[in-house]
């Protein structure tokens, strides 16, 4: 790979922010991103939103296999992020306890909690066939796209 070639989280920042400026629906707006990061991302296997109904998490536009359609909160990679409030980054799912495997190939998993105006709006998800294949830098990326998905939505 060229140094031109190289991946670019701003450059990925920008882009999303592009893209998601033409509309403020959220799920015009999550299935794009969702989209651009799939095809943007090497060795992510899956990618997507979850949306808050009551205490349920609601599986919303998402890129790869089909997946788990709900999801409690707490429960999970994505409904502990969901309940605490915070970023979780997992090196090895198998090792994370109550793990929900949609599929059963992925082996690292980032999700992001979603805050539109102080409420709890639903998580963004990503999965990795590879394990630990999320860094610091790319925690850092994930959230900075959730803001710009934020952002752009009413
Ligand atoms: N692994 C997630 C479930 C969602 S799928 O990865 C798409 C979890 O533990 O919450």
Redesign the pocket.
């Known amino acids: 790979m060229t140094t031109s070639q190289q991946f670019s989280w701003n450059r990925l920042q920008q882009q999303a922010e592009g893209l998601l400026s033409v509309s403020s629906d959220r799920i015009s707006n999550a299935a794009n991103l969702s989209a651009l990061i799939y095809q943007s991302l090497n060795d992510v296997s899956?990618v997507?939103f979850?949306f808050l109904h009551g205490e349920t998490l609601r599986l919303g536009p998402?890129q790869g296999k089909p997946?788990?359609v709900s999801?409690e909160m707490g429960?999970?990679?994505?409904?502990t992020a969901a309940a605490s409030g915070k970023t979780i980054r997992v090196a090895d799912?198998e090792a994370?306890d109550?793990?929900?495997?949609?599929?059963a190939q992925?082996r690292s998993?980032l999700?992001v909690p979603l805050f539109l105006r102080g409420e709890l709006l639903g998580v963004l998800?990503v999965?990795s066939t590879l394990h630990d294949r999320f860094s610091e830098d790319d925690e850092a990326g994930f959230d900075a796209l959730a803001r710009v998905y934020l952002s752009s939505i009413d």
Do not use: S
């Open positions: 899956w997507g979850y998402f997946a788990c999801i429960k999970g990679v994505c409904g799912v994370f109550g793990h929900i495997a949609c599929d992925a998993e999700v998800d999965d």
